[in-house]
């Protein structure tokens, strides 16, 4: 599980994102956007791949604004499946696009996706599994648990010892402010 503390660091790829990124607390919706995409573009690929077209998807996907995203027609799907600097599967697009007007509609039913989450907190990963597979499109139990992890809503992201840690403590994820008994499964 901590395999990433031992790879990672001085890593010019992933580096950057195990130290400054990965397991701390993020709220905006085109991060959190852009987090989910990620972890969907990932299924199945390497985290390596999806972080070196990192950049080209974000600039891809405008920035991952909720709104536009959420508007993309057919003809943006055929842009987006003819960029290179993307993982061209029409599957995982769709699901990003339909992921945010699913974003869209938490702003009325819980005030946003980061609230939404918060909401939901705490639960085990089995529960948080569920509620994104009734809640998302295309979010299976690893997708589910890395998007979490990367926020700090599910331990595991940095073994203790890993001086990313330090930093996450200090940031106070929303995992370390619950019994840590409800994780287990």
């Not at 600097?85 to 339909?98: P, Q, W």
């Not at 509620?131 to 979490?148: C, H, P, Q």
Request: a negative charge; glycine letters at 8%.
């Amino acid at each position: 599980m901590n395999w990433y503390c031992d790879t990672a660091p001085g890593n010019p790829i992933h580096g950057p994102y195990h130290d400054d990124e990965y397991g701390l607390p993020r709220e905006g919706e085109a991060v959190l956007l852009e987090l989910l995409a990620l972890e969907i573009f990932q299924a199945g690929l390497s985290w390596e791949l999806i972080l070196k077209k990192r950049p080209t998807t974000f600039a891809a996907f405008d920035g991952f604004d909720v709104d536009t995203v959420a508007a993309y027609e057919e003809k943006d799907v055929e842009r987006l499946l003819g960029d290179a600097g993307i993982i061209r599967n029409r599957l995982k697009v769709n699901s990003i696009i339909e992921n945010a007007k699913r974003i869209q509609a938490m702003r009325d039913s819980h005030g946003g996706f980061a609230r939404f989450l918060e909401a939901s907190h705490p639960m085990p990963k089995s529960g948080w599994v569920k509620l994104f597979k009734k809640t998302f499109k295309f979010t299976g139990g690893e997708i589910v648990n890395e998007f979490l992890m990367s926020l700090g809503y599910l331990p595991g992201a940095h073994h203790t010892e890993c001086p990313a840690y330090k930093r996450i403590v200090e940031a106070k994820p929303p995992w370390m402010c619950v019994d840590s008994a409800i994780f287990d499964e």
